[in-house]
C-alpha cells in the first residue's frame, strides 16, 4: 500500500515537473513571439522611413534636375536673345535713314548723299540680318495675321471672305523666333462679319427686352 502511494506521489510529481516544464517553455515561446514581433514591427518602422527617405531623395533629386534644367533654358534663351535688345533700338533710326534715301530728291547734290546713305542702311540691314533680324513678310492684298500684323486702321469691304491688308503702314521685324515689331497695316474686314456681329447683337437686344 505505502508503494503505491509513493508511485503515486511520483507520478503526481512528475506531472507536476512536466506541467511547469511545459508552463515554462510556453512562457520561454511567449517571449521569444513577442520578440519576434518586436523585431518585425521595428523592421517594418525602418522600411517605412527608408522608404519615405528613398521618397524624399528621388523628390529633391527631380526637382534639382528641373531647376537645373530651367537654369539651362534660360542661360540658352538669354544668350541666344542676348542682342535682342540693341537690334530692336536701332530699328527706329534705321527707318528713318531708309525714309530719308527713299524721299525726293530737290537737287543732284542731295541725290548722290541719298546713294551713299542708302549703302550705309544696306550694310546696317545686312549686319542686323546676319544677327538674327528678319522681315516680316507683309505686302497689299496679304491675308492679315493677327499674330505678327497690328492692325491701326480697318474698312468693310465686299467680295472678301477673310481680312486682306490694304495698305502697309509700317515693316515688321522678327527676331529669330520672336516679334520684334508687329507690321502696322491698314486692314479690309469682310463686310458680312459686321453685319453678322450687329446681327447677333440686335438678337440679344431683343432677346432681353422680351424677357423683361
Known amino acids: 500500500m505505502a508503494e503505491e502511494i509513493k508511485v503515486e506521489e511520483q507520478k503526481a510529481s512528475s506531472e507536476v515537473e512536466n506541467t511547469e516544464e511545459a508552463n515554462g517553455k510556453a512562457q520561454k515561446k511567449e517571449k521569444k513571439d513577442s520578440k519576434v514581433l518586436k523585431f ?8 517605412r522611413e527608408l522608404k519615405d527617405e528613398k521618397e524624399k531623395n528621388l ?32 530699328i527706329g533710326p534705321i527707318d528713318m535713314l531708309v525714309k530719308i534715301v527713299n524721299g525726293p530728291a530737290p537737287s543732284e547734290e542731295i541725290k548722290n548723299y541719298q546713294i551713299g546713305f542708302q549703302m550705309i542702311a544696306n550694310q546696317l540691314i545686312q549686319v542686323l540680318e546676319g544677327a538674327g533680324l528678319k522681315e516680316i513678310p507683309c505686302k497689299v492684298d496679304d491675308e492679315y495675321n493677327p499674330a505678327v500684323m497690328q492692325a491701326v486702321t480697318t474698312e468693310e469691304a465686299e467680295g472678301i471672305e477673310v481680312s486682306k491688308i490694304v ?4 515693316t515688321g521685324y522678327m527676331y529669330k523666333d520672336r516679334v520684334l515689331r508687329p507690321s502696322m497695316v491698314h486692314v479690309a474686314v469682310p463686310k458680312k462679319i459686321t453685319e453678322n456681329v450687329e446681327k447677333d447683337v440686335n438678337e440679344e437686344n431683343k432677346e432681353e427686352k422680351e424677357g423683361e
Not at 534639382?64 to 542682342?83: F, G, H, I, S
Not at 495698305?167 to 509700317?170: A, F, G, P, R, S
Open 167 to 170: 495698305k502697309v503702314l509700317q
Open 59 to 90: 523628390k529633391e533629386i527631380a526637382d534639382m534636375q528641373t531647376t537645373k534644367r530651367r537654369l539651362k533654358e534660360e542661360a540658352v534663351n538669354d544668350r541666344k536673345y542676348a542682342a535682342m535688345s540693341v537690334v530692336e533700338q536701332l
Open 40 to 47: 518585425k514591427e521595428e523592421i517594418a518602422r525602418l522600411e
